[in-house]
């Protein structure tokens, strides 16, 4: 019954991943996160990706500050940050998060302030939707992985039994 | 890349090993995105190499510095907080000649170009996959194998010299002149890894003043040659010639020793003449075996000789011409220049392709107005000859192997026609400023203007796309110059082919902005020269002059190396008679021809060049190039996109 969890478990994750990519939100940068991830590194994908939070959630409340604080935003500064970000983002595969610095830094450059705006809110949201979607994966595969670890010894008793 | 999987092992060792090789390889990387950096380390770790990862770029550097020697390969972000990339990267190629590869999300093609201006052996954009990482190894080999190349080769101009000094007795060997191969093979040296900002600092480097030896300049040959006459090319003997040369320094040695070249070179130049349209000359037969070389050279004579359309003899005069050139070490490679002059030339003005030159003018007649409206554009000047440079002597590298003759020629050719095409120029400016026809002007006695061919046969003969109409009338020209070079030589023997030849080597001595500047020079020259110096803040010795260059106009350096190369190979060569001169020779003519193309061509350039001045050109001219066209769009307007790009694009 439980390795038939862990079965349903990864067929959910693969469900989630190709919606995620359908979707444009992840691309096949991802899948070289994953091969990267082997015995030597076991949690690699889920430790880049929470670094990947970290920094993002730095860089959006740095841009959003440089957006508001100032009558006079500093564009050349937000540059920086966006192209931080586009290259993070671009590097675990979030396709869309990139898609959208690229747009902001667009606006960025000419000065559009109310385009960084809108641009900022599209980051936000894509970024928790981004978020929210890995993190789903990444219980999933938890609970794969607990499935999968204490599945072992229910199928070896019933093979020892009879 | 199983290879490198199923190896182990982190020594640099490894590199002997070739199976084995990529593994160990020692990276540092440095990015101040963590992501980023996490992710690279492990594709790095996969790919079996050594990785060290930093978040900051100044401690990247403190790394760099203190563990000399301890990493193979740097990759380095472009945005940095601390430190932008392509400061560290500008830092890291001036004191240390590691690979860097630069690394960013942005991928623009300013950027990118920025980067590789910098010195970047590569431009990876984010996201980067494993198989880029997988590949970064070569850069590291390209650079050892780079560096190894030229050690090799400067050590075999070492041992040639060696030899011919031991054969012709004391050759070259004195104090008059510091050893001016040396300056620029070390330049040439060092340049690959430095910045051109910081060619200041090549000054003071320490082997610059190596090896002294003997510049036969212009200036010393035309005492020599005066000397010799004076005392009858049969009783010349070296005391006495240097008695009357009267040069400090100079060594009985070193007169013996041009002497006897300078006789092996009559000799020559009177077989040559016997045998007129008969036997290829020595000048013509590697020729004809190094198509490659040939093709190195956009105009190559080469390809005109092979294909019978040039007689072996008028290279061999084109030969002698050159020798006569004068000596200043700033050589400059004259086919990239040259396009651009043609195209220039060609937007400029229509040029009939039947028009034959004169080129015994006497300097006085060269419009002192040129000169100066030329002065004022130094600057731009030195931006051209920076993106042309690296890229000619990147061709040259390519030259190594082929040892032999045919580079000499070749290079010969390309500052012959580099001449022709600066006084052809000149002539397009007198037209303009007097409505005179300018078909074959001729003013010195010893000169004599042949009719041009047609030029539909040179037109025929030429492979390179970049060849337009302008460029077969330069043909014309070079033939008429070698014909009338040849004409003395054959008719009256050796004591007037004298005259002939050298009796016009004071015009290039005009126009050379080099250090053969002298007082015994004629006063018209002297004018032409002070031009000269204003342009290029020329020290007036030639000896000076090489030290002296990489001070004040830091660029130039490169365009000597470039050039020095191909003497270096004129050096190696044994069968070549005067490789004194052909050491020397010298393509400044042409380098005037660039400033007169600017002049022709547009004030935009001007204004880009100089905001571009201070910006660091390495080994990348090609997309240097692409990029002075990219920024100073005006440019476009004035060189038909074939003719720049037939040049540039490979």
């Known amino acids: ?162 | 890349m199983s290879l490198m999987e199923c190896t182990s092992g982190d020594q640099l060792e490894m590199v002997v090993v070739p199976e084995q090789f990529p593994a160990g390889l020692r990276v540092l990387v440095v990015d101040d995105d963590v992501t980023c950096l996490r992710i690279l380390d492990r594709m790095l770790r996969r790919c079996m190499y050594n990785v060290t990862s930093c978040s900051q770029a100044t401690v990247a550097l403190n790394l760099l510095r203190e563990r000399k020697g301890s990493f193979d390969v740097v990759l380095s972000d472009v945005h940095m907080p601390d430190m932008d990339g392509f400061k560290l990267l500008e830092l890291v190629g001036l004191e240390m000649d590691l690979p860097v590869i630069m690394m960013s999300g942005d991928g623009r093609t300013e950027l990118v170009m920025r980067g590789i201006r910098h010195g970047a052996c590569d431009y990876l954009i984010k996201p980067i996959r494993d198989e880029e990482l997988k590949n970064i190894w070569q850069h590291v080999v390209r650079k050892k194998w780079k560096v190894s190349k030229e050690q090799d080769h400067s050590g075999c101009v070492e041992e040639v010299d060696c030899q011919k000094r031991a054969n012709d007795d004391v050759e070259y060997a004195s104090s008059v002149n510091e050893g001016a191969d040396e300056v620029l093979k070390t330049q040439k040296k060092r340049r690959d890894t430095k910045e051109d900002d910081d060619m200041e600092l090549e000054n003071d480097d320490p082997t610059m003043a190596k090896k002294p030896r003997v510049v036969w300049s212009v200036e010393l040959h035309q005492q020599f040659v005066s000397a010799v006459n004076q005392l009858g090319i049969d009783k010349a003997v070296p005391k006495r010639i240097l008695e009357l040369m009267n040069v400090p320094g100079l060594t009985r040695e070193n007169v013996a020793s041009h002497l006897q070249k300078f006789r092996l070179y009559l000799k020559r130049l009177s077989g040559v003449a016997q045998q007129q349209g008969s036997l290829p000359s020595s000048f013509c037969g590697p020729v004809e075996q190094n198509p490659k070389l040939a093709s190195l050279g956009r105009f190559d004579i080469q390809a005109l000789a092979a294909s019978g359309q040039l007689p072996p003899q008028t290279l061999a005069a084109l030969h002698a011409e050159l020798s006569t050139r004068p000596v200043g070490k700033l050589v400059l490679p004259a086919v990239d220049q040259l396009t651009l002059l043609q195209s220039s030339l060609k937007g400029a003005k229509c040029i009939p392709s039947d028009q034959s030159v004169a080129y015994g003018q006497p300097l006085v007649k060269c419009s002192s107005n040129v000169v100066e409206q030329n002065s004022q554009k130094i600057i731009s000047n030195e931006d051209v000859e920076l993106g042309i440079g690296p890229w000619m002597s990147k061709n040259l590298a390519t030259m190594v192997p082929a040892c032999n003759i045919g580079s000499v020629v070749e290079s010969d050719s390309d500052k012959l026609i580099g001449f022709m095409q600066y006084r052809q120029q000149e002539k397009q400016q007198k037209q303009s400023m007097v409505p005179e026809p300018s078909r074959s002007i001729n003013v010195q006695p010893s000169c004599v203007v042949i009719p041009s061919q047609s030029s539909a046969n040179f037109q025929a003969a030429n492979s390179p796309a970049s060849v337009n109409q302008n460029c077969s009338f330069s043909r014309n020209s070079v033939m008429d110059h070698k014909n009338l070079q040849f004409q003395p030589n054959n008719s009256s023997g050796v004591g007037q082919s004298l005259d002939g030849e050298f009796k016009p080597s004071f015009i290039p001595s005009g126009f050379a902005s080099s250090g053969s500047v002298s007082s015994s020079l004629s006063s018209c020259s002297i004018n032409e020269d002070n031009n000269a110096c204003q342009q290029v803040k020329n020290p007036s010795t030639t000896s000076s002059a090489v030290r002296q260059f990489p001070r004040t106009v830091p660029n130039i350096p490169c365009m000597q190396d470039s050039y020095n190369f191909k003497s270096a190979h004129a050096l190696d060569q044994g069968p070549v008679r005067s490789p004194i001169y052909v050491d020397k020779v010298t393509s400044i003519p042409s380098r005037f021809a660039v400033d007169k193309q600017e002049l022709l061509s547009n004030m935009n350039r001007e204004k880009f060049y100089i905001e571009n001045n201070g910006n660091i050109v390495k080994q990348e001219p090609n997309m240097d190039l692409t990029e002075n066209v990219k920024v100073g769009g005006p440019i476009w307007q004035h060189f038909p996109t074939n003719d720049l790009m037939g040049v540039f694009s490979d």
Do not use: T
């Open chain 1, 1 to 162: 019954m439980l390795g038939f969890g862990a079965e349903r478990l990864r067929a959910d994750m693969n469900r989630l991943l190709a919606l995620l990519f359908h979707q444009g939100v992840l691309d096949e940068q991802f899948l070289q996160l994953q091969q990267l991830q082997d015995e030597s590194s076991p949690n690699f994908v889920s430790e880049v990706v929470n670094i990947y939070f970290h920094e993002s959630e730095k860089l959006l409340r740095n841009l959003r500050g440089l957006l508001l604080d100032r009558e006079f935003s500093d564009y050349n500064k937000m540059g920086i940050h966006l192209n931080q970000f586009m290259g993070s983002s671009s590097s675990i595969g979030a396709n869309r998060v990139r898609n959208v610095c690229v747009a902001f830094r667009a606006a960025s450059e000419q000065s559009n302030r109310p385009g960084c705006f809108r641009a900022l809110e599209l980051l936000e949201y894509e970024y928790c939707y981004l978020k929210n979607k890995l993190h789903e994966l990444f219980q999933i595969e938890q609970q794969r992985i607990l499935a999968a670890a204490v599945r072992y010894p229910p199928v070896q008793h019933p093979l020892n039994n009879p």
